[in-house]
Antibody
Framework: QVQLVESGGGLVKPGGSLRLSCAAS????????MSWIRQVPGKGLEWVSF????????KYADSVEGRFTISRDNAKNSLYLQMNSLRAEDTAVYYC?????????WGQGTLVTVSS | DVVMTQSPLSLPVTLGQPASISCRSG???????????LNWYQQRPGQSPRRLIY???NRDSGVPDRFSGSGSGSDFTLKISRVEAEDVGIYYC?????????FGQGTKLEIK
């Protein structure tokens, strides 16, 4: 069955960096667009970024453009999110999701807390 | 950005009774490929979101048939024919037609 397992979250100071990973299994990873979506605890959902199946195309929300970089390694069935210049407002649970327009499967999420 | 407006935001329902959630988009959601990318998600307490309905009315595998989606253009509805205790949670609509993709504010369903 489809499994998406995020890791790499934690506590980081404002201005710091963090790299999130998402390990995929149960499907042909290289055949799907992948996304990162975040949720401030107790609040709504915000699409952060997505990447094409071959890793050549990506889009970012305005709120993270220039600070976050999405990437993937199809040989390792893994998705990544490099987060730099982190701000307090980036505090959220970060989910990886399979597909883009229909986001059919989500991982369990990893919590990122940006605080001094 | 396309604003997705859900109503109601709170939905107390008696077990066995029907429930309905409305989702309106700030612009039409028909994609240039002809599809309408309007999806519905359920988030149970302490869990990640789970897709129930994709492209307006297609129910996901394993989703009970008491859940149904309908609508067109910019006006969409999720209906639960008979609410069960396991349906408690927050329901979100999401549009995948216009970037950035956006979610509704969420509708919290609780048992009365």
């Amino acid at each position: 069955q489809v499994q998406l397992v995020e890791s790499g979250g934690g506590l980081v100071k404002p201005g710091g960096s963090l790299r999130l990973s998402c390990a995929a299994s149960g499907f042909t990873f290289s055949g799907y667009y992948m996304s990162w979506i975040r949720q401030v605890p107790g609040k709504g959902l915000e699409w952060v970024s997505f990447i094409s199946s071959d890793g050549t195309a990506m889009k970012y929300a305005d709120s993270v453009e220039g600070r976050f970089t999405i990437s993937r390694d199809n040989a390792k069935n893994s998705l990544y999110l490099q987060m730099n210049s982190l701000r307090a407002e980036d505090t959220a649970v970060y989910y990886c999701a399979r597909e883009v327009k229909t986001a059919g499967y989500w991982g369990q999420g990893t919590l990122v807390t940006v605080s001094s | 950005d396309v604003v997705m407006t859900q109503s109601p935001l709170s939905l107390p329902v008696t077990l066995g009774q029907p429930a309905s959630i409305s989702c309106r988009s700030g612009q039409g959601l028909v994609h240039s490929d002809g599809n309408t990318y309007l999806n519905w998600y359920q988030q149970r307490p302490g869990q990640s979101p789970r897709r129930l309905i994709y492209r307006v009315s297609n129910r996901d595998s394993g989703v009970p048939d008491r859940f149904s989606g309908s609508g067109s253009g910019s006006d969409f509805t999720l209906k639960i024919s008979r609410v069960e205790a396991e349906d408690v949670g927050i329901y979100y609509c999401m549009q995948g037609t216009h970037w950035p993709f956006t979610f509704g504010q969420g509708t919290k369903l609780e048992i009365k």
